[in-house]
């Protein structure tokens, strides 16, 4: 998969880790509309976590009933977007949470097909 820069891959990566952790039972109960509760509660928690990715994670993860993943995946997201200034980061996500969203369902089709 292409991406427009690191940022955009870290990104994708943060996200595709909570969707990892969100719970499969609310993935089955609402599976018609999961990726636009997960899309909504991206821009929420973007617009709603100021200016900390820590803070934005905790937010997505709460709302969506997801646990961390067993091998520390969300943990590994963090780590990796951490290497960025949190102000930039906060801002794409603001900005382009419906493009990163849509990518991150994209990469989740990707790494089903590879399983």
């Known amino acids: 998969m292409q991406f427009k820069d690191e ?3 870290a990104l994708v990566e943060m996200l595709y880790a909570l969707w990892r952790s969100v719970d499969v039972d609310l993935k089955r109960k609402y599976a018609r509309q999961i990726w636009r509760m997960f899309g909504e509660r ?4 973007a617009r709603t976590s100021g200016n ?18 067993a091998n520390g995946e969300n943990a590994l997201a963090v780590t990796a977007i951490s290497e960025y200034d949190a102000l930039e980061v906060m801002r794409r996500l603001r900005a382009e949470h419906a493009y990163l969203v849509a990518l991150t369902r994209v990469y989740n089709d990707a790494m089903k097909e590879q399983e």
């Open 7 to 9: 940022l955009e891959r």
């Open 42 to 45: 991206v821009d929420t928690g």
């Open 52 to 69: 900390s990715p820590a803070r934005f994670m905790n937010y997505v993860a709460l709302k969506l009933q997801a646990t961390p993943a």
